[in-house]
């Protein structure tokens, strides 16, 4: 085989709270990751000839070094001492970039997926996860998907029951925020609100979505909301389309709202397009497993 194509999905936030720093200042957190069908496809192509290359349908997007899904196959080879006999990348994004959907991350994880195929290299999910932490907290996440409780700095991953299957409507506002910007705001994890995550954990114990859905919660989302009216803006137009529950996603300034009902969502979309292009409308996505 030469070449493969992977769909790399976003994630978004059910619940993200930050629990404390670490000596080396990485935050600690605590939050119930949940896969989204909204994906780019990622097609890794061994050319035979040559480096990494990467090319990408979004022309703002970085093609070089810079790019995560070039970083992951380097540090790819890097790792098990393979020798790359020339790479090519070709990303096709839908996900929003700098969205708080994980964009960046789980594309390096698809080019680990792939890699591990294309060269028969035969590694443990947890020998992936291993190797895409070094590449971003996100990044072993990213390889297992689904409904996970991440901990630590997000690479400490329990599978939880899947979230029960509704809608999303995802909206990213026309700006970005950068994540450490935001974690600078974090006041160190002294928060006066945190999300109740054992109550969304008992919620999807018990396949209870009403349950989970009014406990959607980001301590982030305080920082963001604060500096970029838009945040509350789009909660406010998701929630009066009858959205089942709404929150920031990571540190955003994508914001989402949950709906059982097709029509409501798709009420929700058609709202949120007319002002935000970068609305999408989207399922929950089960992961791939361990
Ligand atoms: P994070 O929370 O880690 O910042 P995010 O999902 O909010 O992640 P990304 O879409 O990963 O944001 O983009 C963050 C930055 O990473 C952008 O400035 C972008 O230029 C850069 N980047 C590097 N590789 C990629 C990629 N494969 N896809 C999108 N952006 C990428």
Same mark, same amino acid.
């Given at each position: 085989?030469?070449? $493969? !194509?992977?769909? /790399?999905?976003?994630?978004?936030?059910?619940?993200?709270?930050? !629990?404390?720093?670490?000596?080396?200042?990485?935050?600690?957190?605590?939050?119930?990751?949940? =896969?989204?069908?909204?994906?780019?496809?990622?097609?890794?192509?061994?050319?035979?000839?040559?480096?990494?290359?990467?090319?990408?349908?979004?022309?703002?997007?970085?093609?070089? @070094?810079?790019?995560?899904?070039?970083?992951?196959?380097?540090?790819?080879? +890097?790792?098990? *001492?393979?020798?790359?006999? %020339?790479?090519?990348?070709?990303?096709?994004? #839908? $996900?929003?970039?700098?969205?708080?959907?994980? &964009?960046?991350? !789980?594309? +390096?994880?698809?080019?680990?997926?792939?890699?591990?195929?294309?060269?028969? /290299? %035969?590694?443990?999910?947890? +020998?992936?996860?291993?190797?895409?932490?070094?590449?971003?907290?996100?990044?072993?996440?990213?390889?297992?998907? %689904?409904?996970?409780?991440?901990?630590? $700095?997000?690479?400490?991953?329990?599978?939880?029951?899947?979230?029960?299957?509704?809608?999303?409507?995802?909206?990213?506002? @026309?700006?970005?925020?950068?994540?450490?910007?935001?974690?600078?705001?974090?006041? &160190?994890?002294?928060?006066?609100? #945190?999300?109740?995550?054992? &109550?969304?954990?008992?919620?999807?114990?018990?396949?209870?979505?009403?349950?989970?859905?009014?406990?959607?919660?980001?301590?982030?989302?305080?920082?963001? +909301?604060?500096?970029?009216?838009? $945040?509350?803006?789009?909660?406010?137009?998701?929630?009066?389309?009858?959205?089942? *529950? /709404?929150?920031? =996603?990571?540190?955003?300034?994508?914001?989402?709202?949950?709906? #059982?009902?097709?029509?409501? /969502?798709?009420?929700?979309?058609?709202?949120?397009?007319?002002?935000?292009?970068?609305?999408?409308?989207?399922?929950?996505?089960? *992961?791939? %497993?361990?």
């Amino acid at each position: 085989m030469d070449a $493969i !194509t992977l769909s /790399a999905y976003a994630k978004i936030n059910l619940t993200l709270d930050v !629990t404390g720093r670490r000596p080396d200042g990485y935050h600690t957190v605590r939050m119930v990751m949940q =896969s989204v069908g909204l994906h780019d496809d990622v097609t890794v192509t061994r050319t035979g000839t040559g480096g990494v290359t990467l090319a990408c349908d979004k022309p703002f997007v970085p093609t070089d @070094g810079r790019n995560l899904a070039v970083r992951a196959a380097e540090h790819f080879f +890097a790792c098990t *001492g393979l020798s790359c006999d %020339g790479l090519h990348i070709a990303l096709k994004k #839908r $996900i929003p970039v700098a969205a708080g959907l994980a &964009g960046g991350s !789980t594309d +390096a994880a698809a080019v680990l997926r792939a890699l591990d195929t294309l060269y028969g /290299a %035969g590694l443990s999910t947890d +020998a992936l996860c291993g190797m895409g932490l070094a590449l971003g907290a996100d990044v072993p996440y990213c390889l297992v998907g %689904g409904t996970m409780l991440a901990e630590g $700095i997000g690479e400490a991953l329990t599978p939880l029951p899947p979230m029960p299957d509704c809608w999303a409507v995802l909206c990213k506002p @026309g700006f970005s925020v950068s994540t450490a910007a935001v974690y600078a705001q974090m006041n &160190g994890g002294d928060l006066p609100e #945190r999300p109740d995550t054992a &109550g969304v954990l008992r919620a999807l114990q018990a396949g209870d979505y009403a349950g989970v859905c009014h406990r959607l919660y980001n301590v982030m989302e305080r920082v963001t +909301a604060c500096a970029h009216a838009e $945040i509350g803006q789009i909660k406010d137009v998701l929630l009066a389309c009858g959205a089942d *529950g /709404a929150a920031m =996603s990571g540190s955003g300034p994508t914001t989402f709202g949950l709906f #059982r009902s097709e029509d409501k /969502a798709r009420k929700a979309y058609a709202a949120l397009r007319r002002d935000f292009p970068d609305t999408h409308l989207t399922r929950m996505q089960p *992961g791939w %497993g361990r």
